[in-house]
């Protein structure tokens, strides 16, 4: 028998066509959880108010759906005990089913995919406040078709909050608004084009959706060996055909270590030497915790760096913000790979996202979500050091995923039987470019994603399948 009730991680999906039917929804989610095996008899369900927040609902219509379904029999609810799945809602079994060959095909309990934040965590009620002063201070002109760099008001705040924050010199001139780092890559990848720049360093460990996108600017991607200290930067000198390179310098992503200070000056020589500019993703800049913040590496030079943030990370990667800080030469050519106006993100959620940084709730969320993060961070250590310590864990001063080291070829078997316990996880080798030299087998952790409902459950499973 389960006892927590944060094992619970089942996957609801509810129609939310009004308080009725959000408990009709809620209850035909629960009884099909239970029915499947989803949720396993015995299992401890989150508190009313628990499962309300998490799913962004009244805490009555979550009681109301919890009583119908004891009367019901699919649920129990005993003093002191919490609400359980009663024993009769086993799954049932057909006779003559064959052996399944593979994992079901139904939506994962548990997910530990690195990338997003806990999205049950945005802070709704201070954004919607944010908003409708937004929307009552904003001109007329916010709701015409605007400057293709994006709103002022955003402009500004950002160059304020990066400087203080990240370290980058961010005057409101040099930054264009965009929907996120993907959509910053596309404009820089035609801009490079029409440089004619033919092959842009990539890191030797990354995400495929980013090397995709040069490749398809008809860009070349030579790589960067990686090593405990980050991307050999130094190596770049003998890429005489690259024009450009893309680092993750703070938090290198999958590996999670940060460029060390000869490699960062190595780059900016190369850049300096070459006239070649450095394409900096700074994507989870903000958290931070065994160790000072480490800058951007904009700051050592401006005119060789184009920086790129998101609030992807920070807040949820739904609103389609982020951000490029770019060298005063290139101001134009972004715009016009741009177009003509601002097409990319709503005016609205820019005068939003300025105000929520001008009022201090930018601050006060990051600072909350960062001692949040790093609980989680500590949970998993100490999970791994009490249930398998022979697995060693790194890139975790920062950030908000982890890599845990495997034994030799047990990489694929493990991310196997991971999907079998209804758990999403990547393997390193996931992320290696196809030239890289293999390194040792790995799981990245995307500790930051689950729900507070779902974290015990999935840290469980996690545990479960490690060897």
């Given at each position: 028998?389960?006892?927590?009730?944060?094992?619970?991680?089942?996957?609801?999906?509810?129609?939310?066509?009004?308080?009725?039917?959000?408990?009709?929804?809620?209850m035909?989610?629960?009884?099909?959880?239970?029915?499947?095996?989803?949720?396993?008899p015995?299992?401890r369900l989150?508190?009313?108010?628990?499962l309300?927040?998490?799913l962004?609902i009244?805490?009555?219509?979550?009681?109301?759906?919890?009583?119908?379904?004891?009367?019901?029999?699919?649920l129990?609810?005993?003093?002191?005990s919490?609400?359980?799945?009663?024993?009769?809602?086993?799954?049932?079994?057909?006779?003559?089913?064959?052996p399944?060959?593979?994992?079901?095909?139904?939506?994962?309990?548990?997910s530990?995919q690195?990338?997003?934040?806990?999205?049950?965590?945005?802070?709704?009620?201070?954004?919607?406040?944010?908003?409708r002063r937004?929307?009552?201070?904003?001109?007329?002109?916010?709701?015409?078709?605007g400057?293709?760099?994006?709103?002022?008001?955003?402009r500004?705040?950002?160059?304020?909050?990066?400087?203080?924050?990240?370290?980058v010199y961010?005057?409101p001139?040099?930054?264009?608004?965009?929907?996120?780092?993907?959509?910053?890559?596309?404009?820089?990848?035609k801009?490079?084009?029409?440089?004619r720049?033919?092959?842009?360093?990539?890191?030797?460990?990354?995400?495929?959706?980013?090397?995709?996108?040069?490749?398809?600017?008809?860009?070349?991607?030579?790589?960067?060996?990686?090593?405990?200290l980050?991307?050999?930067?130094?190596?770049?000198?003998?890429?005489?055909?690259?024009?450009?390179?893309?680092?993750?310098?703070?938090?290198?992503?999958?590996?999670?270590?940060?460029?060390?200070?000869?490699?960062?000056?190595?780059?900016?020589?190369?850049?300096?030497?070459?006239?070649?500019?450095?394409?900096?993703?700074?994507?989870?800049g903000?958290?931070?915790y065994?160790?000072?913040?480490?800058?951007?590496?904009?700051?050592?030079d401006?005119?060789r760096?184009?920086?790129?943030?998101?609030?992807s990370?920070?807040?949820?990667?739904?609103?389609?913000?982020?951000w490029?800080?770019?060298?005063?030469?290139?101001?134009g050519?972004?715009?016009a790979?741009?177009?003509l106006?601002?097409?990319?993100s709503?005016?609205?959620?820019?005068?939003?996202?300025?105000?929520?940084?001008?009022?201090?709730?930018?601050?006060?969320?990051?600072?909350?979500?960062?001692?949040?993060?790093?609980?989680?961070r500590?949970?998993?250590?100490?999970?791994?050091?009490?249930?398998?310590?022979?697995?060693?864990?790194?890139?975790?001063?920062?950030?908000?995923?982890?890599?845990?080291e495997?034994p030799?070829?047990?990489?694929a078997?493990?991310?196997?039987?991971?999907?079998?316990?209804?758990?999403?996880?990547?393997?390193?080798?996931?992320?290696?470019?196809?030239?890289?030299?293999?390194?040792?087998?790995?799981?990245v952790?995307?500790?930051?994603?689950?729900?507070?409902?779902?974290w015990?459950?999935?840290?469980?499973?996690?545990?479960?399948?490690?060897?």
């Amino acid at each position: 028998m389960t006892d927590p009730w944060a094992t619970f991680g089942a996957d609801l999906h509810i129609d939310p066509a009004g308080a009725i039917g959000l408990r009709a929804g809620l209850m035909d989610a629960l009884r099909e959880a239970a029915r499947t095996g989803r949720l396993a008899p015995g299992t401890r369900l989150p508190s009313s108010r628990t499962l309300a927040a998490d799913l962004g609902i009244a805490r009555n219509t979550v009681a109301d759906a919890y009583a119908e379904l004891v009367a019901e029999g699919w649920l129990t609810a005993r003093q002191g005990s919490g609400t359980r799945v009663a024993q009769r809602a086993e799954p049932r079994r057909a006779a003559t089913r064959a052996p399944r060959s593979r994992p079901p095909r139904t939506s994962p309990a548990y997910s530990l995919q690195p990338g997003s934040p806990d999205l049950s965590t945005f802070p709704r009620a201070e954004w919607l406040k944010a908003a409708r002063r937004a929307l009552t201070a904003a001109p007329n002109d916010a709701l015409g078709y605007g400057d293709p760099r994006g709103r002022v008001e955003l402009r500004t705040v950002l160059a304020d909050y990066l400087s203080r924050a990240r370290g980058v010199y961010a005057d409101p001139d040099r930054i264009v608004i965009c929907s996120g780092f993907v959509h910053g890559l596309m404009m820089m990848g035609k801009v490079l084009r029409e440089r004619r720049v033919r092959e842009v360093a990539v890191e030797s460990y990354g995400l495929h959706v980013h090397t995709r996108l040069l490749t398809e600017a008809g860009l070349r991607i030579p790589c960067l060996p990686l090593d405990e200290l980050g991307s050999r930067t130094g190596e770049l000198s003998a890429m005489r055909g690259a024009g450009a390179v893309l680092l993750t310098p703070a938090h290198q992503f999958p590996t999670g270590v940060p460029l060390h200070p000869d490699r960062r000056a190595a780059a900016v020589d190369w850049a300096r030497s070459t006239g070649g500019l450095i394409l900096e993703d700074d994507y989870d800049g903000e958290f931070r915790y065994d160790r000072q913040p480490v800058g951007a590496l904009q700051g050592l030079d401006p005119e060789r760096v184009v920086y790129f943030g998101t609030a992807s990370k920070s807040l949820a990667p739904g609103l389609r913000l982020g951000w490029m800080v770019v060298p005063q030469e290139l101001v134009g050519e972004v715009t016009a790979a741009k177009g003509l106006s601002d097409w990319a993100s709503s005016a609205l959620d820019q005068l939003t996202l300025a105000e929520f940084i001008a009022s201090g709730a930018y601050d006060r969320h990051v600072r909350s979500m960062r001692l949040r993060y790093r609980n989680r961070r500590d949970q998993l250590v100490a999970a791994l050091a009490e249930r398998a310590p022979s697995i060693k864990i790194s890139g975790i001063a920062a950030g908000l995923h982890a890599v845990l080291e495997l034994p030799e070829g047990s990489e694929a078997d493990v991310v196997r039987s991971a999907a079998w316990q209804g758990l999403v996880v990547q393997g390193l080798s996931f992320y290696r470019h196809p030239d890289a030299e293999a390194r040792h087998e790995a799981l990245v952790i995307g500790y930051g994603t689950p729900t507070d409902s779902a974290w015990a459950g999935t840290l469980d499973a996690l545990v479960r399948v490690l060897p």
